[in-house]
């Protein structure tokens, strides 16, 4: 039970990751790219409404996996959930703190914002400020409201995944800037041409599956700072104009998040390996099932979901 409880919590953050933009820094990382390289600008509800089904395709498939592969012997959770629900209580005597309260609130602004920033603030300001800028405003309004002061921020944040992935992305920019994500991405489309596959869907399941075999070997971050400006160009050399750099920009970031199988992966893998209750060989009782599994839901997403909504289901919003 412990062993299959942990693990879901790894697995379940690299799945829900990709529903929007503030899920993982690789949404974030694809968007960017795609403005930089292409002048395309992806909306926080826009990466919502085309991912947020991938979500729900391959929650209950992941479920049935975890539970196969890791079968509990205790099923009845309501003595565990007792006691949860018992230290809960101890937090503020039951009822809400003015802090529980402002940071609740802050965020929800910060959604709001994120959600309309490509348009009724947009409308209303005549500033496109971006998701980064905003998400700063709302750390200044944490340390403003005294939820948290400076030396939280310097001390229990993680600088150094900060600075990881800044140079991850100064990496994939060099890529760009020196023409080599071009290179790359002619060599690859010249070696998978006998196949048939450089068009439209293949093409798309090209990226994906170079993306998450990289993401096994480094976190997925990185990897899709790597991978995604030759995914980009993949797609900028094939179909000229945007039409499809959205959707590969949106499959890079998602399948970069199918590191299941290694402890290195992600974050989270690390993170729950070091509560004690894992060996490396339990990621891979699952992450192979899922690997492939996610990637034919991510096939079938695209092929149908976001085929039906086309390029102009963007634009709508």
């Known amino acids: 039970l412990a062993k299959m409880l942990m693990i879901t919590i790894a697995m379940a953050c690299n799945l829900g990751g990709s529903l929007a933009p503030s899920g993982a820094a690789r949404n974030l990382i694809m968007m960017g790219y795609a403005e930089d390289m292409f002048g395309l600008s992806i909306g926080f509800a826009q990466w919502c409404i085309y991912c947020v089904p991938f979500l729900l395709w391959l929650m209950p498939i992941t479920w049935f996996v975890l539970n196969r592969r890791f079968k509990p012997t ?142 096994q070997l480094m976190a997925d971050g990185p990897a899709c700072a790597a991978v995604g400006p030759v995914t980009l160009a993949m797609a900028g050399i094939v179909h000229p104009g945007t039409t499809m750099i959205p959707f590969m920009a949106m499959a890079t970031s998602v399948a970069s998040s199918f590191a299941y199988c290694l402890v290195i992966g992600t974050p989270p893998n690390a993170i729950v390996y070091a509560s004690g209750y894992l060996v490396a060989k339990d990621y891979l009782r699952v992450g192979i099932i899922l690997w492939v599994t996610n990637m034919v839901g991510l096939a079938l997403l695209a092929s149908i979901y976001w085929r039906w909504l086309g390029w102009a289901g963007l634009q709508a919003f």
């Open 74 to 215: 205790i099923t009845d959770l309501g003595s565990a959930l007792a006691v949860v629900k018992e230290e809960t209580g101890k937090i503020g005597g039951g009822k809400w703190t003015r802090d529980q309260k402002l940071a609740i609130t802050i965020f929800a602004i910060m959604l709001f914002t994120w959600i309309t920033e490509n348009n009724l603030l947009l409308q209303l300001t005549g500033v496109r400020f971006g998701i980064g800028v905003l998400a700063v405003m709302g750390a200044l309004a944490y340390i403003l409201s005294g939820v948290v002061n400076w030396r939280d921020y310097q001390t229990k944040v993680d600088w150094g995944v900060v600075w990881l992935y800044a140079g991850a992305i100064i990496f994939g920019r060099v890529l760009v800037d020196t023409g080599g994500a071009y290179w790359i991405a002619r060599s690859l489309l010249l070696l998978v041409e006998p196949l048939g596959i450089t068009q439209g869907i293949g093409l798309l399941l090209t990226g994906n599956v170079i993306t998450g075999l990289l993401t």
